[in-house]
């Protein structure tokens, strides 16, 4: 056998050996791309639907923004008068309309209960506190800008308005503690941010959200009031746990 025939042979062969790691490998990445690159994409076509509906948990945390009158600084019967902060809760429901990749129109009207409250230190060292307790009804109307989906989740922005009123209010009968004199109608601007985790049958969105009322609450005119005070308004910080 000439030499050359069987350097061919020699070389022939391993060319196979080589084609065949080659195929190998390329197997093998197939697979492994396949096994763990592989990300299961729930409600691929959740945006296709104009409107969803769902429902929500809230925890609101309260308290009144005091502007005090000029009278405060020239009497001497009060020395101090704040509004503290308190915790309240509220549930409602959610109703979402798609206008485009990036902007949705919602509402989420609700029902809150709130506790809030002021309280005057007075020079003789005796306390007053006054308590607003009621149940008010918020329908809100905001605009969502979305980021881009990436897989399962994607963040969000969104701001508006919101009104609200009072459906009953409860006076709580303790020893220096009276109701607090205020309207029972608000409106407030609002804003904030959340994340949206798309799950194998609902939409999971936490959301904070800051509101700040534009109305004084405070009744002035009524010979009740306390004439220390000038503007009372709402401010409140709310943590919303979302499902759609």
Same mark, same amino acid.
Not at 140 to 153: A, G, I, V, W
């Given at each position: 056998?000439?030499?050359?025939?069987?350097?061919?042979?020699?070389?022939?062969?391993?060319?196979?050996?080589?084609?065949?790691?080659?195929?190998?490998?390329?197997?093998?990445?197939?697979?492994?791309?396949?096994?763990?690159?592989?990300?299961?994409?729930?409600?691929?076509?959740?945006?296709?639907?104009?409107?969803?509906?769902?429902?929500?948990?809230?925890?609101?945390?309260?308290?009144?923004? #005091?502007?005090?009158?000029? $009278?405060?600084?020239?009497?001497?019967?009060?020395?101090?008068?704040? /509004?503290?902060? =308190?915790? @309240? *809760?509220?549930?409602?429901?959610?109703?979402?309309?798609?206008?485009?990749?990036?902007?949705?129109?919602?509402?989420?009207?609700?029902?809150?209960?709130?506790?809030?409250?002021?309280?005057?230190?007075?020079?003789?060292?005796?306390?007053?506190?006054?308590?607003?307790?009621?149940?008010?009804?918020?329908?809100?109307? #905001?605009?969502?800008?979305? $980021?881009?989906?990436?897989?399962?989740?994607?963040?969000?922005?969104? /701001?508006?308005? =919101?009104? @609200? *009123?009072?459906?009953?209010?409860?006076?709580?009968?303790?020893?220096?503690?009276?109701?607090?004199?205020?309207?029972?109608?608000?409106?407030?601007?609002?804003?904030?941010?959340?994340?949206?985790?798309?799950?194998?049958?609902?939409?999971?969105?936490?959301?904070?959200?800051?509101?700040?009322?534009?109305?004084?609450?405070?009744?002035?005119?009524?010979?009740?009031?306390?004439?220390?005070?000038?503007?009372?308004?709402?401010?409140?910080? =709310?943590?919303?746990?979302?499902?759609?």
């Amino acid at each position: 056998m000439h030499t050359t025939h069987v350097w061919n042979l020699f070389d022939l062969h391993w060319k196979k050996i080589i084609l065949g790691l080659l195929i190998g490998s390329g197997m093998l990445n197939t697979a492994d791309a396949q096994t763990v690159g592989y990300f299961r994409k729930h409600q691929e076509f959740y945006d296709d639907k104009p409107i969803h509906y769902g429902f929500l948990f809230a925890l609101p945390v309260t308290r009144f923004r #005091l502007v005090h009158d000029d $009278s405060f600084l020239t009497q001497d019967t009060t020395n101090r008068i704040t /509004a503290p902060v =308190t915790v @309240g *809760f509220r549930f409602g429901f959610v109703m979402n309309g798609y206008l485009n990749d990036h902007w949705d129109i919602r509402t989420t009207p609700s029902v809150s209960l709130y506790n809030r409250a002021v309280e005057y230190e007075y020079g003789s060292g005796k306390k007053r506190r006054e308590l607003r307790e009621a149940t008010w009804i918020e329908i809100p109307l #905001l605009f969502k800008y979305k $980021s881009q989906r990436r897989m399962n989740s994607r963040m969000y922005m969104l /701001a508006g308005a =919101t009104f @609200g *009123f009072e459906t009953n209010v409860r006076k709580r009968q303790l020893p220096g503690s009276d109701r607090l004199n205020a309207k029972s109608a608000d409106l407030t601007i609002d804003y904030g941010f959340g994340f949206e985790q798309f799950l194998a049958y609902t939409k999971f969105s936490p959301e904070l959200r800051f509101s700040h009322g534009i109305v004084n609450l405070y009744r002035t005119n009524d010979p009740n009031s306390t004439a220390s005070i000038r503007r009372l308004t709402s401010h409140t910080v =709310t943590l919303y746990l979302m499902f759609e």
